[in-house]
């Protein structure tokens, strides 16, 4: 789950935030369900992951993953682009992401009531273990092989943090000019939201 990708891209705003935060936990329409500004960060979680899927950089580091992950390629993306966004993280954001996880978690907290019931569980674990550990691969490590125990079928997600290694340089080099473009995309549908 890249959740530090996603909630660096939301934006000034707290609740479009806890909307992206929580976006692969919510499935379905979603009319009526939220209040408008997390409805609006979950429809933005969705638009930055269609934008990835169709990304020339995104796919380019899916086909570094060697062929054996089929299908398991684009989360492990996912997956490493949230490790590089932490060792690069001084080029991305001003504030120290030690602080910038404790302002997020609070931010969250304090709309607990609004996640869905699994997600609430996990918030303590994914601000206090999960995230901090994403700078080191051995963290990366972790977080495929519990995604790999949740995955009811036979899956190859264990052990893959060998492809992080293999082709850390390339991954960085698809990463750094992902970056940019997905920014520049995520402000112009931020800027349509506020119009609207």
Known sequence: MNFLFHMLLSGKDDLILVGNFMGDFVKGPLDGRF????RQGVVLHRSIDTFASRSEQFQLSRRRID????????????L??????VTEWSNWSD?????????????I???NEELPERLQKLVPYIFEELLPSYGEVSGIGKALERMSRRV?????LEGGEVE???H??????????FMPMISSFVIEVLAKKSEA
């Open 67 to 78: 062929p054996h992950y089929g299908l398991y390629r684009g989360v492990m993306v996912d």
């Open 35 to 38: 209040p408008n500004r997390i």
């Open 152 to 156: 009811k079928r036979s899956n190859p």
């Open 168 to 177: 850390h340089d390339g991954l960085l080099e698809d990463f750094c000019g």
């Open 95 to 107: 504030e120290p992401l030690r602080e910038y996880l404790a302002r997020c978690k609070a931010i």
């Open 109 to 111: 907290m304090q709309n």
């Open 80 to 85: 490493f682009y949230d490790h590089l966004l």
């Open 164 to 166: 992080l290694v293999r």
